[in-house]
């Protein structure tokens, strides 16, 4: 293997791009004295290299860094924001000012630890937050010191700049897992969209529970006995009622502003083909890009022709009907058959594809007051549990949803239940 080659393209890139950025080298940059009333201008008094940085910020802002991740914090702004301000803050601007925006860039993603020339430079956040400037100073060496009236605000700082044992969080977590899971899981249990089923295993015994078991029946202190493996929900959406206030009705409706419950964005891998029987163009499409893959897809008129691959059969023309073997190699090079034989058509490029999920309207009529057993449904803080039990089994009965891909339409046929209705 070549001197500097790790084995896969993706590391060999990104060694090639950290060595063309600087990425490590040690460096010492001349700082100001900020006790002079006389010093010289920093950097960040002349110019700033906004454009590469903006360039960064945007990348950044679709990859959180681990230290980041420690808790949530609202608003909180770009790490690489905070660390060319702070180098730009400290350095000494060179004599010819046009040269400020590119001396802090040149060493923006340098080492400043190990040569210390930053050690001197104290950096004092009076509202901290979640730590950005904090954490930003102490990477390039700088001393720090950070103050919120929010005890949380202190708190997350003060665990993402902890010294800590990988080994001893670990554990810690696995214990806290071992103890509330059990516990919890039950309610997270479901189908998956796609036909997958969990399952249920009594620990103790290593026997597989049947279909009919039911984890919620479990007494919590017996939980931890039980394994489960399989589907979960991710995501649990909430809508009021409101009860029909006419004498005798109570009838329940729910309280939204529109139907559209979630849009996403995906991107799948596309390559451009023309079917070998009609010769009419569309796109194969690597992966099926659904939110709900379990329930009605509508295809608006916007979205251009395409084909799911499949893996054991190729690709069906979406125009047609004609089925042609397909082959997707371990380089994610796609081979098909086309008018002339096998064909290589490269490795694709990423294609976007907006998604809305969408309530049928079928749920958004609500349900009567009385259940078919003549016991009202209960839902609100003052029913009992057996009641809103009851009501929320009722409401997932019927609940239907519908995805639409591509621009959302004023409105929306169901191709299910051929039920048309608006999406505003």
Same mark, same amino acid.
């Given at each position: 293997?070549?001197?500097? #080659?790790?084995? +896969? ?21 001349? +700082? ?72 802090? $860039? ?10 210390? /020339? ?81 399952? $249920? ?15 919620? &029946? ?7 006995? *039980?394994? *489960? ?5 991710? *995501? ?6 409101? %009860? ?35 010769? #009419? /163009?569309?796109?194969?499409e690597e992966d099926e890009a659904r939110m ?12 251009? %022709?395409?084909?799911?691959?499949? #893996?054991?059969?190729?690709? &069906?023309? %979406? ?6 073997p397909a082959r997707l190699d371990e380089d ?6 086309? %008018? ?47 009641? &809103? ?23 929306? +046929?169901?191709?299910?239940? #051929?039920?048309?209705?608006? &999406?505003?």
């Open positions: 293997m070549p001197p500097g #080659k790790t084995g +896969t393209k993706k590391q060999d890139v990104a060694e090639e791009i950290a060595r063309a950025v600087g990425a490590g080298r040690p460096v010492a940059i001349e +700082t100001v004295d900020f006790n002079d009333p006389a010093r010289p201008k920093t950097c960040l008094e002349v110019d700033f290299p906004i454009v590469p940085v903006n360039h960064v910020a945007i990348i950044e802002g679709n990859a959180g860094k681990p230290i980041y991740q420690m808790s949530k914090w609202w608003a909180r702004r770009r790490s690489s924001v905070f660390r060319s301000t702070l180098l730009a803050a400290s350095m000494k601007a060179p004599a010819d000012p046009a040269q400020a925006a590119k001396a802090v $860039w040149d060493v923006y993603y340098a080492d400043h630890q190990k040569k210390g /020339a930053l050690r001197n430079v104290k950096v004092a956040d009076i509202f901290m937050g979640g730590g950005t400037t904090v954490v930003e100073a102490a990477r390039l060496g700088m001393q720090v010191w950070g103050t919120d009236l929010n005890p949380v605000a202190w708190f997350i700082v003060k665990n993402e700049l902890a010294k800590v044992s990988v080994d001893e969080v670990n554990a810690l977590l696995e214990d806290i897992e071992a103890e509330v899971k059990p516990q919890i899981i039950p309610s997270y249990v479901c189908d998956c969209p796609r036909g997958n089923k969990g399952r $249920w295993t009594n620990v103790p015994s290593g026997r597989v529970m049947d279909t009919s078991f039911d984890a919620l &029946t479990v007494p919590r202190e017996e939980r931890s006995q *039980y394994r *489960y493996d399989g589907p979960e929900i991710i *995501y649990a959406f909430w809508a009021k009622h409101g %009860p029909c206030q006419v004498t005798g009705c109570g009838h329940r409706t729910p309280v939204m502003s529109s139907p559209v419950m979630a849009v996403k964005t995906i991107a799948v891998k596309v390559w451009e083909d023309r079917c070998r029987a009609c010769g #009419k /163009a569309f796109d194969i709900a893959p379990g329930v009605p897809l509508v295809i608006a008129e916007t979205e251009a %022709p395409f084909a799911v691959l499949d #893996k054991k059969s190729g690709v &069906t023309c %979406p125009h047609c009907g004609d089925t042609r994610r090079v796609l081979t098909i058959d086309g %008018p002339r034989g096998m064909t290589k058509l490269g490795k694709g490029k990423n294609k976007k594809i907006e998604l809305s999920l969408l309530v049928h309207p079928q749920w958004l009529a609500g349900a009567p007051k009385v259940g078919p057993d003549g016991n009202e449904y209960g839902g609100s803080a003052t029913d009992s549990p057996e009641a &809103t039990a009851a009501w929320n089994r009722e409401r997932a009965r019927c609940m239907r949803l519908v995805e639409v891909r591509g621009a959302l339409p004023p409105e929306v +046929t169901c191709p299910e239940t #051929k039920v048309t209705f608006s &999406t505003e």
